[in-house]
């Protein structure tokens, strides 16, 4: 009887040890997914040749830092606040990873925690955008559409071949409001304030308050896809802001012709 029961407690033992070390495990890997990398696949051809359809890439979160959220309340599209660890240098012409700022919302910048964006950074916070580009049939076409419903493209005369100047918001920058920054900046004053901006009596309100001036809480940044003729990116549904970045696309880990079935190694390991 003896025996029966110490081999009992040796298998609840074993039992207690695999479940202990398996939870460490589990606590290592999400904080590993948090802070250092992740993986996505490439859904579209919207970065090719760079990154094609069916690439599998590691995303270093090192660089801009991990952000830290409450997932759940995302999901369910409640107001959520990022906090992010501090990274090791300065988002630069990178190929990055975001969500994306519009989600099913077309007018207004949206945090989609279910959909994630690969496109290569241009605009910087600070910098100047002006795209002049030869005109293609084939163009993907979209609208963009900020604040008043109005069309992007309609109201400042710009096309995705021929885009801006647009200026790029640093955290503290502070511009006046008129009719040219609310339709360039509107959405992003919406989305930091949570409010509407509205024209009346001849001035500009957020919310219930009259402004002349918006001082920028968060830095911005302008994506292009490299495929630039065939890829819905910053000139479609605008600026991304920092929050939305989870980091830095580093290499290749697999690659798959999904029409063909059959892995493509000789792109393992790359990013061009």
């Not at 107001?79 to 990274?87: F, N, Q």
């Not at 969500?99 to 945090?111: A, D, E, L, M």
């Not at 084939?138 to 604040?147: C, H």
């Not at 991304?240 to 696309?249: A, Q, S, T």
Request: charged share 20%; proline share 4%.
């Amino acid at each position: 009887m003896n025996q029966r029961v110490k081999e009992k407690n040796k298998w609840i033992d074993r039992l207690i040890n695999f479940v202990f070390y398996g939870c460490v495990l589990a606590l290592i890997w999400l904080l590993l997914q948090i802070t250092t990398f992740s993986s996505f696949r490439i859904p579209t051809a919207s970065m090719h040749p760079t990154l094609i359809k069916g690439d599998y890439v590691i995303v270093n979160k090192w660089i801009a830092g991990g952000r830290i959220f409450n997932v759940f309340n995302a999901v369910k599209n409640k107001h959520i606040s990022i906090k992010r660890i501090p990274g090791i240098r300065r988002i630069k012409n990178d190929i990055l990873i975001f969500n994306s700022p519009v989600g099913q919302y077309k007018n207004r910048i949206h945090f989609d925690v279910m959909q994630y964006y690969a496109k290569r950074c241009v605009g910087l916070p600070g910098d100047t955008v002006a795209i002049i580009l030869p005109t293609l049939s084939a163009l993907v076409e979209d609208s963009l559409t900020f604040s008043f419903d109005h069309n992007y493209y309609d109201l400042l005369g710009w096309t995705a071949e021929k885009f801006g100047p647009l200026y790029i918001p640093c955290k503290g920058d502070q511009i006046p409001i008129n009719s040219l920054t609310a339709t360039q900046y509107g959405s992003v004053m919406e989305w930091e304030t949570k409010q509407k901006i509205d024209y009346k009596d001849s001035a500009y309100f957020i919310g219930n308050h009259r402004f002349t001036n918006y001082q920028f809480k968060h830095d911005y940044y302008f994506m292009l896809g490299d495929n630039i003729h065939h890829s819905l990116d910053s000139r479609h549904w605008g600026l991304v802001p920092d929050d939305f970045i989870v980091g830095v696309v580093q290499w290749i880990w697999f690659s798959k012709d999904e029409e063909q079935n059959s892995i493509r190694w000789n792109r393992i390991g790359r990013v061009d």
